[in-house]
């Protein structure tokens, strides 16, 4: 197949933020490796420049304004809105340009801000759309502000996925909250694959600060919905009952409940404690791994998500994971065998849980059942069932445009 993926971040460009970009980057250089022309169009600040990474054709496209769409939608208020229609516009150019130079069989696109919209609207060919979020939920987890451009780029996403003929999710807790939130039925779930892309580790951040601490860890865009401040408001207690454990958080900084910094308010909360906290901004995965692979285990206390990257990545590093329930983490860990999960916001029940695990003596036993489970999502598994997916996708649609053909 000739397969095109729309996405406004990849591992490509310097500002990736991880979880979308990550799942693109393994899923398309494993089709790559079995045959498939994949090609990769993303957002980028470098202009129009093509190559090729890992085997897969990787295509830049850089926003340019255009003066009618600049009066319309770069106003202050409508800011974002005009910044996402107009990557999709560009987008919808540079796939119809590739798809006149050679016919592409299916398009992939991400929910995120409705990047694929024009491309949806004005190109026949065969599209599904991979969600990883509804947006009106996650807003308010993350407490954005419901001004004109948040409500707008929310009904773009919601006017996409009506469009969309084809969707699926990673997880059932996101297919159930599409039901039941915005009554869209018929997502199929499929299974994120995943793999260690990198066994060359770079420890000088660990050995630096990290060597021979005993630490719990936090690793994510350190934003509300991922719940870093219930583990804040969690950790004195924990640190009140065991003198020698750290705790480490590794992202990048975002707005705490009070509206400042995340690291500032955990901060505050463990003031008494303050010397046992590290933080560090997003890094790469040779320099993360030795992180998580020498931390006691991870703490992810999310109050959304779906099936998290953090998860993923730890459990298969071998590391317990404390995750939440009926936030997805339930679908992959069971409680006590191959993971822990605990109630999300509540950060007494959070503390209690860190406390119980802290004196587990089997957490490597229950860190290598976590590393047998994440075998079922290795590509060998996983790979068949999107390439069947994507097949169905193209039958479909070319048995629908046949009918509107003879009829």
Not at 161 to 166: A, E, M, S, T
Not at 285 to 298: D, E, M, T
Not at 313 to 323: I, P, R, T
């Amino acid at each position: 197949m000739r397969i095109a993926f729309i996405t406004p971040e990849f591992v490509s460009e310097p500002y990736f933020s991880g979880g979308l970009a990550n799942y693109l980057h393994r899923l398309t250089q494993v089709l790559a490796s079995i045959g498939h022309d994949v090609h990769v169009i993303t957002r980028s600040h470098i202009n129009g420049d093509e190559f090729v990474k890992n085997g897969v054709c990787v295509h830049r496209v850089k926003i340019k304004p255009i003066s009618v769409w600049y009066k319309l939608f770069t106003l202050k208020q409508l800011s974002r809105t005009g910044d996402s229609l107009k990557f999709s516009y560009f987008t919808y150019l540079k796939l119809k340009q590739l798809h006149r130079e050679k016919s592409f069989d299916l398009i992939q696109s991400s929910n995120f801000h409705a990047c694929g919209l024009f491309t949806l609207l004005f190109l026949r060919i065969p599209h599904v759309t991979r969600i990883s979020s509804y947006r009106p939920l996650w807003n308010h987890m993350l407490g954005v502000e419901k001004n004109l451009d948040t409500k707008m780029i929310e009904r773009l996403e919601k006017f996409h996925l009506r469009l969309c003929k084809h969707i699926y999710a990673p997880s059932f807790t996101l297919q159930r909250i599409l039901e039941e939130k915005a009554s869209i039925r018929g997502v199929k779930v499929i299974r994120t694959p995943f793999f260690i892309e990198n066994d060359k580790y770079d420890f000088s951040i660990y050995e630096l600060n990290l060597k021979g601490k005993d630490y719990l860890l936090f690793f994510g865009r350190l934003d509300k919905h991922k719940g870093p401040h219930i583990l804040g408001q969690a950790l004195p207690e924990v640190f009140s009952r065991f003198p020698d454990i750290h705790a480490v958080f590794v992202g990048l900084d975002s707005p705490s409940p009070s509206g400042h910094s995340m690291r500032e308010y955990i901060k505050q909360q463990c003031k008494n404690y303050s010397q046992r906290l590290f933080f560090f901004d997003a890094l790469a995965h040779k320099q993360l791994y030795p992180i998580i692979k020498s931390s006691r285990f991870v703490v992810l206390p999310s109050s959304i998500d779906n099936l998290p990257n953090a998860m993923l990545e730890a459990m298969a590093l071998g590391k317990s994971v404390l995750g939440t329930i009926n936030c997805s983490f339930d679908e992959i860990i069971e409680d006590g065998k191959n993971g822990f999960l605990t109630e999300p916001n509540n950060p007494s029940a959070l503390a209690q849980k860190i406390i119980e695990i802290c004196q587990r003596q089997d957490l490597d036993k229950i860190g290598a059942k976590a590393a047998e489970k994440m075998r079922e999502f290795l590509p060998d598994n996983l790979i068949p069932k999107i390439v069947n997916y994507y097949q169905e996708v193209i039958d479909t649609t070319r048995k629908r445009n046949l009918k509107k053909i003879i009829f």
